[in-house]
């Protein structure tokens, strides 16, 4: 499906979501089923709906960029290590475009930012290993649904739970 644009991509991404959904949620039994129809369906709902954001996102960088190329890639390196993969996180959880906007679930970084940094570095470590595993194509599919699951996990011991023990 890596090789099909559009469509196979964007039912690509709906199983990336449910998949981080399913780490959220502490179960990691064994990866889920694929259904094509419906995450392609879903893909397309949860692309449509993250536009907003990576559209802003896009217009913050190309503005630092054009005061300067340095800020601009200071900007882009600090937002897409301690800004983005939160709240993407949460948008994958809550599927709204108003969550991609919550900045309030980056206080969960602020709090707990040496677990974090971990987190994120574990997380980049992994897709190096799955970048050389892709030489004999085994570790194209883990790095396409993995780059998000630790800070899913952290999502869902930080955020989720918390939500849940203060009801």
């Known amino acids: 499906m890596i090789f099909v644009p559009i469509i196979g991509w964007l039912a690509l991404f709906g199983y990336g979501v449910r998949l981080v959904n399913e780490f959220i949620e502490g179960r990691y039994e064994g990866p889920i089923k694929l259904d094509f129809m419906e995450d392609l369906k879903f893909g397309f709902m949860v692309f449509l709906k993250s536009l ?11 503005a ?4 300067s ?9 600090l937002l897409g290590f301690f ?3 939160m709240l993407a996180v949460n ?7 108003e969550s ?5 679930v980056l206080n969960v970084v602020r709090d707990n930012l040496g677990e974090y940094i971990i987190t994120v570095l574990k997380q980049y470590a992994l897709v190096i290993i799955f970048m050389v595993l892709s030489i004999v194509l085994v570790g194209i599919p883990g790095m396409l649904f ?3 699951i630790f800070v899913a996990n952290m999502y869902g011991r930080l ?7 203060s009801l």
């Open 100 to 104: 991609f906007f919550e900045f309030s």
């Open 64 to 67: 630092a960029m054009y005061v």
């Open 146 to 148: 993995t780059n998000s």
């Open 52 to 62: 907003p954001f990576y559209i802003i996102y896009i217009i913050i960088l190309f």
């Open 69 to 77: 190329e340095g800020l601009g890639n200071i900007i882009s390196l």
């Open 91 to 97: 948008f994958f959880r809550k599927q709204t475009v």
């Open 83 to 85: 800004v983005v993969p």
């Open 159 to 165: 955020v989720e739970r918390k939500a849940e023990a």
